[in-house]
Structure formats: C-alpha cells, structure tokens
C-alpha cells in the first residue's frame, strides 16, 4: 500500500473494492440501480446473493460489514470474484464511525449506535450520500438485507424503473413475501421456490382466511408472517446539491421532513393495495397497479436452515424487546419465541435441535400443504431466482396462469344446468356493427357504451372494425401454431393433469398460451397474432379507469398471457364461469375477452358462444330463469364478460374456430379495491 510504513502492518483501509472479473450487466445509458445492505454472518449464501444482484442487472452494491473479521473468508472470495466497478466494501471501524457523524441523521442515531438497526440506518444514509457522487452516479438505491432478494418483473429492472421514472415516481414501497421451504437448506436461493403471499393479496374469501388460519396457528403469537411483512423500498437518488437524505426506517427510506414534496407530486408509489395503506400510516403513498409495477417484489428467506437460524439467536443472545429508548417495541412473534427457545437451553446441541423443531414447525411445508396451500392462494410458486441462478442469465417470471383449482371448481350443479339450457336462446346484439370500435369517431364513447353494458347484462359484443386482410393474416397464424396446441390438458408443477380424469375433459378445445411459450414479439412466429394481443391489453387498460368509475367498481390490476384456442370435430367447452372461486387470491380473473379470428364463419358449423342473462333471481339460485345469447364466432367480433359472474359455453364446432382470449385480473371495491 502505497504510504505504508515499511514493517508495520498496512492498515486496512475501510472502504475496499472488489478486484474480480464479474462486472454489472447494465449498459451506459442504463437506469443505475444499486443497492446498500449491512452485513454480518454471510456465508454459505454471499456469493449467490451477489450473482443474483448481477444477473437482474443491478449496477452497484454497497456492502456495509458489521462484523468485518468475523466475515473476511466471504469478503475476500467476493472481492476476488466481482469487479470494483460492481461491488464496494466499507468496513465497520474507526473510520467509518468518524464519517458517520457528519450525516443528517447522526444527532437522532447518536445514542443508539449498540443496535444493529440503528447501525442499518447510518450505513444507508452514508451509501445515499456516496451514491450521488460523480463515480458512483447511481439513480435509485435499494435497501435489502443478505436473506432478502428484489425480484423484478416481467418486463426487467429497465423497464421497470423506466416506467417509474416516467410517472415521477421517487420512492417505490414493494410488498415482501416470505420463503415457505420445503426442507432444511443453507443455499435458499437455489433450493426455495415456494412463498408466502402477503396477507393483503390472499383472497377475503373462506379459502383465503383458512389459508392465513393455517400459517397463524403454527406460532405461539398467532401471525401469519414469521417476520416483517411492511415490504422494502428503493428510492431515487436526488440531485447533487440537494438535502441529504436522512431515512429513520429501514423499510421506507424517506424521512418525515421530505414528505410535503411527496404527497403533493404524488411521487410515492407502493405495490401495497391502496386499502392497507391507512393501516400502515402510508396514505400519502399511491397504490399503483400498472402491470408493470405490481409484478415486482422482495423475496425474503429468513428461516431456512437451524444451523443459520441458531447462529442468528446466538449472535443477539437476550435481546430487549424495546429499542431505540422505548420508540420502538417489537411485538409478540416468532422473532421472541425464537429467542427463548434458545434462551431455554444452555447446551448448544439441545439449542440446535429445538430450534430445528420450531424452524419445521412454523415454517416448513410438506408436499400436501404445498398443494393445499396454493390452492388457498396463501403461497406462490417463484423459479425465477433458481433458474437465472442455474443457467447464468436472468429468466424472467412465468406469467399468470389460471390454477387447476380454479378449473375445477368453474362448473354450477349438474341439475341447475339441465333446467338452464332448456331455458330460450337467441342471438347477441353485436355493438358497432356498421363502424366498429376501433374505427369510431369517438373510442371514448364506445368504450363508455361497453362500460355500461357490462354493468347492466354483465357482457357485450362488439365488431371491432379491423381490416379483413389482417384477420386473414392472424387466422393463418393461428392454424400454423396449431400444431404447437395441447389438448385441454394442464400443466401444473410440471405434472400433466389426465384430461379424463377431471371436469378440464368437458373441453374440446386446443389452446396454447402464447407468451409462455415465448411465441409472441414482432419477429416471433406470430406478428399478427401478438399484435391484436397488445390491442385487447391496451383495450383492457382503458377500460380500467371507467370500469372503476362504473357500478362495477372493477379495478384490473394484471392481465394474463393470452391464449390461442381452436375447437374443431364437434368440440364444446360447456357452460362455466371463468372464475367462480375468486382464482384463490384477491386479484383474480374479473374481465374476460374473447376475439374470434374466423372469416366468413359457415353458421351451420354451429360453434356459437352461448352467453346466459339471468331475468329471474340470480346464477346461484334454483329458480333462476334467463336466456342464451348466441354469439356468431365471426373474424372482428369481441365479445367481453365478467369472468367471476357471467356464465358461458362454447357450443359444438364443427369447423376450425380459432379464437384468441385475454384475462384480466383485479380487484372488487369489497376487496377494498375502488
Ligand atoms: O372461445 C370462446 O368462445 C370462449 C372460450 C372460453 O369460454 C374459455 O376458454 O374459457
Ligand atoms: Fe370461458
């Protein structure tokens, strides 16, 4: 080192770089995202960490060492595997403690600096403060700690931070969701794949409330997360020049001072539904339900293994449930039963096993509660982390797709359904025959015309005014991805579900979904076909703002990939709502489209969509009358239905009948979604 002196040991200089090879994936004109994390014990799950920052295309991480001789091995094996330009390491010392006292937030933290959090806090307020310097040049910074990962959607970190950035967005608050592990595992990351879903996204319905019971009576506190469930944020790096930023919550990381300019420019976002909000003290934040925000998330793994697990209550030992003189209490959790259970003992071995049995107890899942509880909609399945890990690139998240669940249960009783198909049938008024809503003068109008009837028959019809010889086109797409169609069966965790074998077989459909089977893009084998795709999303995010203003008080928050479907040989797919268990979550399937692609439809091939309007009574009730209105399955016609109440078939085609459907998901105003 350069003014050592000769003989004596080089001092160790408290901020350090990495020397490796492995720099960040992101370009120059790239949205500079980093992240700052206070570090202590990492090993056996540093490296992947790391890599996953890389893969998604992070630009800088700022890592805090608490501890930094406990974890030199883990500092050296990453300096020497990633670049300086992608990781930096200060180290607690002298040093650093010196340059903590010139932060904004060192005369609040001043007296508290024994706790780790408070430690968590300067460090952050320090990494912001590096991170507008000109080398740095970051633009948003997260805050995550070693057990916790982002993962962002679909679309990529760009793309995302591009669309946050477009609508001023300055601090993003995303909504955790914790690791439910199968076994015992010291790499979560590579071995979990299966996560608790936040309390406020599991469906307010029995299924939902029996899915939350399951997790609470699992500890003695009764909760349904093991730790925080508050979420994480990123924030934007302000101008140089401008006030430091001072954050006093590990969880949002803007202070008090600055929230005048928040709430009037509306620049705080949340993946967090707008009805917890009151709850959380986060009004001023604006619940944002852009597809391309609310598929982000922070994964958190905090209970994996009881070795990790043991270390963690050794390390805090008898830690006070009050903090921060009293500011902060933590309350009754796993957290403190954790804590005494190891205070309990006093022989490590005796520590280790029972805090193995509490680990299995509260956290673990078996394969039948795995099945179970995704039925419940209290767990998700995420690979994303596992296979961008496996194959060295980031794999983007599988969309959304209906649940074997949700299939089976779609059906009404078999003797309702007798009664009803006597009931009369007559054709569908078909809206904007002579134009078009594509075509209209005034879409707004149209739209606003479909609005309303939806909200008074629950369905609607349209031509949609587009040009034949792009029908034509889409069509000869479609019959060429045919032999890409799987029939009527389900895919679910890689098992093919028989379709003899469940009510799936009163399909006689073959469909394909098409993003999934990385079919769409405008190079893809389908131009047409994705191209009308993006024309029903686009439909579906202008009816958003009016279906909320409407009776419905309907708010779409995601759309699933769209789905190709060919009935041909007599094939039906009897009467069934689309979404009759609310799909096992809060945002389940609410709006259907359906787009037929079949020019010149020969009617005596039958193949009509039969769509029921109840008259008398409701769809549940025995006595219910109503009638069928058949809808010509005609190239140009769309057909849009409430998925969770309007019940429908497709009758026997005996011709090709190619239609391409879209579900959008969302929210009821008793979900508290208006
Ligand atoms: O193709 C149609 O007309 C409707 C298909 C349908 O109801 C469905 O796939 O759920
Ligand atoms: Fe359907």
Not at 534 to 542: H, N
Request: proline share 5%; net charge negative; hydrophobic share 40%.
């Amino acid at each position: 080192m350069a003014g050592a002196r000769a003989g004596a040991p080089a001092p160790a200089p408290f901020l350090q770089r990495g020397s490796g090879k492995l720099g960040p994936l992101c370009g120059p004109s790239d949205i500079r995202v980093a992240l700052v994390s206070t570090l202590r014990d990492v090993e056996d799950q540093f490296l992947q960490w790391l890599e996953w920052f890389r893969l998604i295309g992070f630009a800088h991480l700022f890592l805090y060492f608490d501890d930094p001789d406990q974890d030199e091995a883990a500092i050296a094996a990453a300096r020497s595997t990633y670049s300086g330009e992608f990781v930096s390491f200060a180290l607690n010392s002298p040093e650093l403690r010196k340059e903590w006292m010139s932060l904004r937030s060192w005369e609040k933290f001043s007296p508290f600096t024994d706790d780790r959090m408070c430690r968590q806090l300067l460090n952050i307020a320090h990494a912001l403060k590096r991170a507008r310097e000109p080398d740095e040049a970051v633009d948003w910074m997260f805050h995550l700690d070693h057990d916790e990962l982002f993962l962002p959607p679909p679309h990529g970190l760009q793309a995302h931070f591009q669309h946050l950035e477009a609508g001023n967005c300055r601090l993003c608050l995303y909504q955790n969701f914790e690791a439910a592990p199968q076994s015992h595992t010291l790499t979560p990351f590579l071995d979990v794949s299966y996560f608790k879903v936040p309390s406020g996204r599991v469906s307010k319905t029995p299924l939902g409330a029996a899915g939350m019971e399951f997790w609470a009576q699992r500890t003695k506190a009764h909760n349904y997360f093991l730790y925080y469930d508050n979420g994480k944020s990123a924030v934007k790096i302000p101008a140089q020049g401008s006030e430091d930023i001072a954050p006093t919550s590990v969880h949002v990381l803007y202070p008090p001072n600055n929230f005048k300019e928040f709430i009037v420019g509306n620049m705080g976002w949340t993946t967090f539904a707008e009805h917890e909000l009151f709850e959380m003290n986060l009004t001023w934040m604006k619940a944002c339900h852009d597809e391309i925000v609310v598929g982000a998330k922070v994964l958190h793994y905090p209970a994996t293994h009881f070795e990790r697990l043991w270390r963690k209550y050794h390390h805090l030992g008898n830690f006070p449930a009050v903090r921060f003189g009293g500011e902060l209490v933590v309350p009754a959790s796993f957290h403190l039963e954790a804590r005494d259970e190891y205070l309990k003992y006093s022989d490590k071995t005796t520590q280790q096993e029972k805090l193995k049995e509490l680990l299995e107890r509260a956290a673990f899942l078996s394969d039948e509660e795995v099945q179970s509880q995704l039925e419940t909609g209290s767990v998700v399945s995420i690979d994303t982390v596992r296979e961008s890990l496996r194959q060295g690139v980031w794999i983007p998240p599988r969309q959304l797709r209906p649940s074997l669940f949700s299939l089976l249960q779609r059906r009404p009783s078999k003797e309702a359904m007798e009664r009803m198909q006597r009931m009369r049938r007559m054709p569908a008024e078909v809206l904007f025959e002579a134009v078009g809503l594509l075509k209209m003068e005034s879409l707004d109008q149209g739209l606003q015309k479909v609005v309303e009837q939806l909200e008074t028959r629950g369905w609607a019809a349209c031509h949609l005014g587009l040009h034949g010889k792009l029908m034509d086109r889409a069509r000869l797409e479609a019959s060429q991805l045919k032999p890409k169609m799987s029939k009527g069966a389900t895919v679910i965790e890689n098992r093919v579900v028989d379709p003899t074998e469940s009510p799936n077989a009163l399909r006689g459909d073959w469909t394909l979904f098409m993003q999934e089977q990385g079919l769409t893009g405008p190079k893809g084998p389908a131009p047409t076909l994705t191209m009308l795709e993006s024309a029903l999303t686009d439909l579906g995010m202008q009816l958003d703002p009016r279906l909320r203003r409407s009776r419905l008080q309907l708010r779409i928050t995601e759309r699933c990939d769209g789905m190709l479907a060919c009935y041909e040989e007599g094939g039906a797919y009897s009467a069934h709502l689309d979404n009759a268990d609310g799909d096992g979550r809060v945002d389940g399937r609410v709006l259907t489209m359906v787009m037929y692609l079949n020019q010149n439809w020969d009617r005596r091939a039958g193949g009509e969509l039969a769509i029921f309007e109840p008259e008398k009574g409701e769809l549940g009730d025995e006595q219910v009358e109503g009638k069928w209105y058949m809808v010509s399955p005609e190239a140009n016609t769309l057909v849009l239905l409430l998925a969770d109440r309007v019940l429908h078939e497709v009758r026997s085609a005996y011709a090709e009948r190619y239609a391409l459907s879209m579900w959008f998901c969302g929210q009821h105003a008793e979900y508290g979604g208006s």
